[in-house]
């Protein structure tokens, strides 16, 4: 195997709590230590981060617009390496990640501009951190995406997530970087004009990163409304790069909303509503016992609870997003 330079880009910003554990697996890599750089960029944390990663052998830079996005980009532009290697502050990387990461990119077609891989859970995460993991594994939890879901099969894909994502740097250079103005979605924005060009995206479930789900009801809450408002905007960019089902928690809200109104006149209306209801509650549950059975734990029926917070918070921010317009 060749071992070309590769730069591995951190975006942080108040990560005191993971922060040692991302680093030292960063450190111990099997990729030989002098083939590889660890680029931290750091938004201006208020907590103890940076004073953590001073204690490191690792590049610290300082991303004063505080959003990912630039922290990306001031990393891709001070790296030394031509190859451009992804993954965030709340995450640990298998020890053979870079080294596979590498592999998989040097032995891929040429029109491969990055590979990547699953984002799996921590057995010692919270329990309520646990079943969100899980619970995004499922079809109701993400689509299906093969990232989300941890798929186990090598395959093309529309798209892989930052958090465990190697890149060929003159290709994020030639595309023009990300755009700073997401503060959220910058991955599937870039990916997605990257992917115009005729480039592809492999994923390799042999590429492991472990990442941090949140660990309480208000930060999920809060992750999930900022999502589906920023997924808004992503779709007003870019049309193709939302898949049909992101908008079905909006439409389902709004619809049940309509639907009441409406059957104060039109009794058969709120029997239609009750049918989609009960329908909604099969999947659901249906979905909360594969959970409990692959935690096996009888815990995994909080998915019953975490489901549908998370598409009731999804749905509220794209209409929060639809309504300031």
Same mark, same amino acid.
């Given at each position: 195997?060749?071992y070309?330079?590769?730069?591995?880009?951190?975006?942080?910003? +108040?990560?005191?709590?993971?922060?040692?554990?991302?680093?030292?697996?960063?450190?111990?890599?099997?990729?030989?230590?002098?083939?590889?750089?660890?680029?931290?960029?750091?938004?201006?944390?208020?907590?103890?981060?940076? +004073?953590?990663v001073?204690?490191?052998?690792?590049?610290?830079?300082?991303?004063?617009?505080?959003?990912v996005?630039?922290?990306?980009?001031?990393?891709?532009?001070?790296?030394?390496?031509?190859?451009?290697?992804?993954?965030?502050?709340?995450?640990?990387?298998?020890?053979s990640?870079?080294?596979?990461?590498?592999?998989?990119?040097?032995n891929?077609?040429?029109?491969?501009?990055?590979?990547?891989?699953?984002?799996l859970?921590?057995?010692?995460?919270?329990?309520?951190?646990?079943?969100?993991?899980?619970?995004?594994?499922?079809?109701?939890?993400?689509?299906?995406?093969?990232?989300?879901?941890?798929?186990?099969?090598?395959?093309?894909?529309?798209?892989?997530? +930052?958090? +465990?994502?190697?890149?060929?740097?003159?290709?994020?250079e030639?595309?023009?970087?990300?755009?700073?103005?997401?503060?959220?979605?910058?991955?599937?924005?870039?990916?997605?004009?990257?992917?115009?060009?005729?480039?592809?995206?492999?994923?390799?479930?042999?590429?492991?990163? !472990?990442?941090?789900?949140?660990?309480?009801?208000?930060?999920?809450?809060?992750?999930?409304?900022?999502?589906?408002?920023?997924?808004v905007?992503?779709?007003?960019?870019?049309?193709?790069?939302?898949?049909?089902?992101?908008?079905?928690?909006?439409?389902?809200?709004?619809?049940?909303?309509?639907?009441?109104?409406?059957?104060?006149? !039109?009794?058969?209306?709120?029997?239609?509503?009750?049918?989609?209801?009960?329908?909604?509650?099969?999947?659901?549950?249906?979905?909360?016992l594969?959970?409990?059975?692959?935690?096996?734990?009888?815990?995994?029926?909080?998915?019953?609870?975490?489901?549908?917070?998370?598409?009731?918070?999804?749905?509220?921010?794209?209409?929060?997003?639809?309504?300031?317009?």
């Open positions: 195997m060749s070309p330079f590769v730069s591995i880009v951190v975006g942080i910003r +108040n990560e005191e709590r993971y922060i040692v554990e991302c680093i030292e697996s960063l450190l111990d890599q099997d990729y030989p230590k002098e083939f590889y750089e660890i680029i931290m960029v750091d938004g201006m944390s208020t907590d103890n981060t940076q +004073n953590l001073r204690q490191y052998p690792v590049k610290l830079l300082l991303n004063e617009k505080k959003n996005a630039a922290a990306r980009n001031l990393g891709v532009k001070e790296a030394k390496g031509e190859y451009i290697a992804f993954t965030d502050g709340d995450c640990r990387a298998d020890k990640w870079l080294s596979t990461l590498v592999n998989e990119m040097l891929a077609p040429e029109n491969v501009a990055c590979v990547g891989g699953p984002n859970i921590f057995n010692t995460d919270s329990l309520f951190a646990r079943v969100v993991g899980y619970t995004q594994e499922t079809f109701l939890g993400s689509g299906g995406s093969a990232q989300s879901s941890n798929s186990s099969e090598r395959k093309y894909v529309q798209s892989i997530p +930052n958090c +465990n994502a190697f890149y060929k740097k003159q290709i994020i030639d595309i023009g970087y990300f755009d700073e103005t997401f503060v959220v979605g910058q991955d599937c924005d870039l990916n997605f004009r990257i992917g115009k060009k005729g480039y592809r995206f492999l994923y390799i479930p042999e590429a492991k990163v !472990y990442h941090h789900r949140r660990g309480n009801t208000k930060s999920f809450s809060t992750q999930m409304f900022r999502y589906g408002s920023w997924m905007k992503l779709f007003k960019k870019h049309k193709g790069v939302v898949r049909w089902y992101a908008f079905i928690p909006a439409f389902a809200i709004l619809i049940t909303i309509i639907g009441i109104a409406i059957s104060l006149k !039109y009794s058969i209306i709120l029997k239609l509503l009750g049918f989609l209801t009960l329908l909604y509650i099969i999947l659901v549950s249906y979905t909360a594969k959970v409990s059975i692959k935690m096996r734990s009888i815990y995994g029926l909080k998915a019953l609870f975490i489901l549908p917070l998370q598409h009731v918070m999804y749905g509220f921010g794209v209409i929060s997003q639809l309504i300031q317009r």
